[in-house]
């Protein structure tokens, strides 16, 4: 078959997006399928065929497309929130470029997201059975951000740009012939949230090609001297919904009862300010290290004795995976789909996302004790094994082209 996965994100990036689609693309070509990939550029200056080489600037569309949009606007919408306008226009922009790049007929148009969903459904392919794989929430994760900015939930949710999530939640893949979650959580949001039929919605957990994983671990890396000291390795990008403040706070804790530690966070994004404040406001600029955008995670994880991960929101993060795979133990917050991968006090230590000292007590533990670090790795690698194949991934996902394919033939 040839098959097109497409997403409104930027790739190549750093996150669970990029190695969805990688893992999904090597799983699919391993079966014989054709594939190719559709995105934004990573610094959003234009839209790209990521593997044939194909590049159309934003800034050839851009013009024309708001030029148009603001007189619309402007006629029917006056006073319209400027984030809308915005975001709007992004995505006209997007379709046009998708239109454009993306004219021939593929079996399967899997997107990666609700915006590419509803962009692939309105410029038409009909001849296309679409699946999307839905990796979060939109809306949900907005409303963390601006949780993070001191607005109240009520507060927000009443807000015009709280209703034009949701729009884009639900126009994005009802029109879906399959759509894809990693989690029943996020499945369960989509149902109740958004009224999309759960039998439109099948569970399809993420899967890793583990052995190149294991083999990767033992890879040169060049990492921060650390002594004799225990390593708590956070990889993560810089957003509020991944909970570095919480982790931060914790660590302001630990360091009064014990500094046998070092914590080394892998990772960029608009927070890295706040964050390097938050670690001089509490004094642990010898005991926090920023590795930046790195791309050795599995010869990380091999140096380091404790994972955490303590997200504000999360769907199915790959963090985990990678943790389990390794055989570490690992430290995970509630959010999210997060309590469906890890069980607690067997594949790791689960606490309520948000909570500084339930985070402490937990990191604690694991430094006070190290038969229950190994009975931890012990079991996560074990669980990993059974359940994160990309084989077992693509199983499934075949499973579902199918019935997409044969809804869009009827």
């Known amino acids: 078959m040839r098959i097109l996965i ?15 689609v990688r893992q999904l693309k090597r799983g699919l070509e391993a079966r014989g399928h054709e594939v190719d990939i559709f995105c934004k550029a990573p610094d959003d200056s234009g839209y790209q065929m990521l593997n044939k080489g194909l590049f159309l600037s934003k800034s050839s ?24 306008k915005d975001m709007e226009i992004d ?17 399967i148009i899997h997107t990666q997201d609700v915006v590419s969903a509803r962009a692939f459904t309105r410029i038409g392919h009909s001849q296309s059975a679409r699946v999307s794989t839905i990796h979060g929430c939109l809306a949900t994760e907005s409303l963390a951000r601006f949780r993070m900015d001191g607005w109240l939930n009520d507060n927000y949710r009443s807000t015009p740009l709280w209703h034009y999530y949701g729009l884009i939640e639900h126009f994005g ?13 996020l499945k369960g949001i989509y149902s109740q949230e958004y009224q999309v039929p759960a039998d439109r919605m099948t569970i399809v957990p ?3 090609d583990i052995e190149e994983f294991l083999n990767e671990m033992n890879q040169p890396s060049v990492t921060p001297h650390a002594g004799e000291k225990k390593i708590i390795l956070c990889s993560a990008r810089f957003d509020p919904v991944k909970g570095h403040v919480h982790l931060l706070g914790a660590l302001s804790q630990l360091k009064n009862v014990r500094d ?18 938050q670690v001089a406001a509490f004094g642990l600029q010898n005991d926090v290290v920023f590795l930046g955008k790195r791309g050795d995670i599995p010869a990380l994880l091999k140096k380091s004795d404790v994972v955490v991960l303590p997200s504000l929101q999360d769907n199915h993060p790959f963090a985990i995976m990678e943790a389990q ?6 430290i995970a917050s509630n959010a999210g789909g997060i309590p469906e991968m890890v069980t607690q006090e067997s594949t790791g230590l689960i606490f309520p996302a948000g909570n500084d000292h ?20 012990e079991q996560s690698q074990a669980w990993s094994q059974r359940y994160w194949s990309l084989p077992v991934m693509i199983d499934r996902i075949a499973a579902v082209y199918e019935l997409a394919l044969q809804k869009s033939r009827r």
């Open 6 to 20: 497409a997403t409104y994100w930027g790739l190549p990036s750093l996150g669970g997006l990029d190695q969805y």
């Open 206 to 208: 993420y899967g890793m």
């Open 61 to 84: 569309v851009q013009p024309m497309i708001s030029a148009k949009a603001d007189t619309c606007f402007a006629k029917h919408l006056p006073g319209l929130d400027q984030r809308i």
């Open 325 to 330: 795979v390794a055989g570490k133990p690992l």
């Open 173 to 185: 893949i009802i029109q879906n012939h399959e759509t894809i979650m990693p989690t029943g959580w």
């Open 260 to 277: 046998d530690w070092v914590c080394w966070l892998a990772g960029e994004g608009a927070l890295e300010e706040r964050l390097r404040e």
């Open 91 to 107: 995505k006209y922009c997007y379709e046009a470029a998708a239109a454009y790049l993306c004219p021939q007929p593929y079996d």
């Open 358 to 377: 339930d985070l402490f007590r937990n990191l604690l533990n694991l430094l006070n004790n190290e038969w229950l670090r190994s009975w931890l790795s």
